[in-house]
């Protein structure tokens, strides 16, 4: 596997920048006293890692399955551990949707939260250096040491600012799920390494690099086991059904800003397209009978609970657990159209479910409660409210136009192909998921005014306005211009199908 190293591409360790500059925020941070400053100066570092997430958008050269940008230092040389950062055509895009999603929390939280703010702050930005740790660790325990890193500021956020009253036990639930799920995760790391040192050719070295053991893929026995360890790590960060259980408490309890977070970036899916497929590939083909099953029971199951719900959070955690069930079943496809329809489907929850939880946010600061039974004709009053809300409503329902459409649309293409009756059940729970999100639109934003608290409940404010036009924007360009996103991963996708498509022919000869 060729790289393109950042002093090639850009003349500095622009990735090491990214993961490493919210750190350096934090730390003046600490020296600063006054919200204002705080907040100017947590915003202005965000802003940057921003504009570095977009030039390296900008300098990624399209069209080859190269990791780009690469930077690989030695670390612990005796077993094989090297500090080795590179992104391609499958994790580039996420390094700029996590820098706006942390902008979009800073701006929220300038109306949201009103206590211990430099903390939250603190919080929020070492949460995006171990986010963008791991979307861009080439090295397997560099990934593993990010991945654990992200535990300590979610585990604060949801605690310390928490909405709810059981918010406490909300925070622990999800850090013993992920404890779970981490033991697998370094379990099947060892078991990689272990096998390439005793592999024919590797010299009896031991590495950790994806870009090395991508090259040479274990027993299909060791294969196998590899799967299931990190299938059941990454299942469980999705979270797919029935590995979920985490999911509705911490989005219920935590705060909005944490919502988005877990919500918006899907890492559990993307660890399944970062590592599982190319490191596994004929267990993964094996096995994708399971995959494609549990997703279309996920979407079934999150569709289902979803519409039933009375609370607007609740309701966002079950279709967030629909729509990874459908993002699954289009990895389980084992064709182009399938992984780049659930590439797609992730940038789009970044921004949908963000804009809907922001919505739940702002409604929740306004009326105290995201209950539907205490909404109704809040258009009356914030009529840029109920358009923010409208836009993203339309998102989640994949209308054409919109970015969830181009997702769906592949992700249904390559399951029909593939699969056929579970891309048939996926495409009935469409209309449950349009039927649940339109009937809290019509719940919440019309009818008649039931309340006092929404008849003077005030419209977007200035951040909130910037946050809604940012993503409302968003929404629409990429509904209507996909391929500005599809021709990033394009080339990485058709060498993972080249793959998988191989481990397919070498399994029907034997």
């Known amino acids: 596997m060729n790289e393109l190293s950042a002093d090639a591409q850009v003349g500095f360790p622009i990735l090491s920048t990214i993961v490493f500059l919210p750190v350096v925020t934090m730390v003046a941070l600490a020296f600063l006293r006054g919200d204002r400053a705080l907040r100017g100066v947590a915003l202005s570092g965000a802003l940057v890692v921003l504009g570095l997430s977009l030039l390296l958008v900008l300098r990624f ?41 942390i902008v979009l929390v800073m701006l929220s939280s300038w109306s949201a939260v009103r206590h211990h703010i430099k903390a939250y702050l603190m919080a929020v930005l070492a949460f995006e250096t171990a986010a963008m740790g791991v979307f861009t660790a080439v090295d397997l325990i560099l990934f593993f040491v990010f991945w654990e890193l992200m535990l300590i500021p979610t585990y604060v956020l949801i605690r310390v600012w928490g909405d709810g009253p059981q918010r406490g036990r909300a925070a622990q639930r999800y850090v013993l799920s992920m404890l779970m799920g981490s033991a697998a995760l370094l379990a099947g790391f060892i078991l990689l390494g272990v096998s390439h040192q005793s592999a024919p050719g590797s010299g009896g070295v031991l590495s950790f690099d994806l870009t090395v053991l991508m090259e040479s893929p ?94 607007l959070r609740r309701l966002l955690a079950f279709a967030s657990v629909s729509h990874v069930g459908l993002a699954m079943l289009g990895l389980s496809s084992l064709n182009a159209q399938g992984l780049q329809g659930a590439l797609f489907l992730l940038v789009n929850l970044g921004l949908v479910s963000t804009a809907l939880l922001l919505v739940a946010g702002f409604v929740q600061q306004r009326i105290g409660s995201t209950d539907l039974a205490a909404l109704g004709g809040m258009a009356q009053r914030t009529p840029a409210l109920a358009m923010f809300a409208m836009i993203a409503s339309l998102g989640a329902v994949a209308v054409p136009g919109t970015s969830g459409f181009p997702g769906e649309f592949l992700i249904l293409l390559g399951a029909f192909r593939a699969h056929g009756w579970p891309a048939a059940i996926a495409v009935l729970t469409v209309i449950f998921a349009a039927a649940f999100v339109l009937v809290f639109y019509e719940r919440a934003f019309h009818g008649r005014i039931r309340s006092s608290v929404v008849q003077s409940a005030p419209d977007l404010r200035r951040s909130e306005t910037v946050i809604a036009c940012v993503v409302g924007i968003a929404i629409v360009g990429f509904g209507f211009f996909p391929s500005g996103l599809l021709s990033y991963s394009s080339a990485s996708v058709d060498d993972l199908v080249s793959r998988l498509a191989t481990s397919i022919t070498v399994m029907a000869e034997k």
């Open 218 to 311: 274990p027993s299909l026995e060791t294969q196998t086991a590899v799967f299931f360890l990190l299938a059941f790590a990454f299942a469980l960060k999705a979270p797919l059904f029935p590995f979920h259980a985490w999911m509705p408490s911490a989005l219920l309890e935590g705060s909005i800003g944490m919502a988005v977070l877990l919500a918006g970036l899907k890492m559990g899916v993307f660890g399944f397209l970062r590592l599982v497929l190319p490191l596994v590939p004929d267990a993964f083909a094996a096995w994708s009978w399971l995959i494609a099953l549990l997703g279309g029971a996920a979407v079934i199951y999150g569709a289902f609970l979803a519409l039933v719900q009375s609370d």
């Open 61 to 101: 050269e399209k069209g080859t399955t190269d990791f780009q940008f690469a930077e690989q230092r030695p670390w612990v040389e005796t077993i094989g551990l090297s500090y080795h950062l590179a992104v391609d055509g499958v994790s580039v895009l996420f390094v700029p949707l996590t820098a706006l999603l």
